[in-house]
């Protein structure tokens, strides 16, 4: 009959010993015993989140009214709460420094939606789609959204083509397309060239 003693209640597997060294239990109760357990529990805790976290593109929109009229009209893209992970200031840090003048509208123009947040849409089962305002209206009046991310692009491109809407590609790289919305307004998506 084998008696649990300490010193093999915490002993390791065979196989093990050969990699970790065995953990006598006074130390695993100390002070830094219970502060390195509670680091590691912590760090697995943040390696849960962060990886169930959804991936998130960002479309920057010249109205966000005609997108939210796009969106949801037309692509029929239902709406998402906002990942946990923006809660905390995270796109904040994102910048837009490097980008060129051309995609940035001057003056914002406010609207009924909260600009603050922008519009939240599901994609894919872990995608997001934040669209947020900021870009011009692009030649002759047209609606422009700008987007970082060519895989985001080719996905809406996609749901533009299941739904049978007219579009024009103008480029391929960086990728760069036309639609006609309801009232017939042009939407220009356009990629932005690193």
């Not at 906002?82 to 905390?88: A, D, E, G, S």
């Not at 590609?169 to 998506?189: A, G, S």
Request: glycine content about 8%; overall charge negative.
């Amino acid at each position: 009959m084998l008696e649990l003693t300490t010193s093999n209640l915490f002993s390791l597997p065979p196989f093990l010993g050969a990699f970790l060294p065995p953990i006598p239990i006074d130390s695993l109760f100390s002070t830094q015993g219970i502060m390195v357990m509670l680091l590691v529990a912590y760090g697995g805790a943040m390696w849960m989140f962060l990886s169930s976290a959804p991936k998130v593109y960002t479309v920057m929109v010249s109205d966000l009214q005609v997108a939210q009229q796009f969106y949801e009209g037309l692509l029929d893209l239902p709406a998402a709460d906002v990942p946990l992970h923006y809660y905390y200031n995270y796109e904040q840090g994102m910048g837009a420094g490097g980008l060129d003048p051309m995609y940035m509208s001057v003056n914002p123009v406010a609207t009924g939606v909260n600009t603050a947040d922008g519009l939240w849409y599901q994609l894919k089962k872990n995608t997001q789609l934040h669209i947020i305002s900021g870009a011009n209206d692009g030649n002759g009046n047209r609606q422009r959204h700008v987007c970082f991310d060519r895989d985001c692009l080719e996905e809406l491109l996609l749901r533009v083509q299941s739904r049978r809407l007219k579009y024009k590609i103008r480029r391929d790289r960086p990728l760069n397309f036309l639609v006609k919305d309801i009232e017939q307004r042009t939407i220009e998506m356009a990629e932005v060239a690193n």
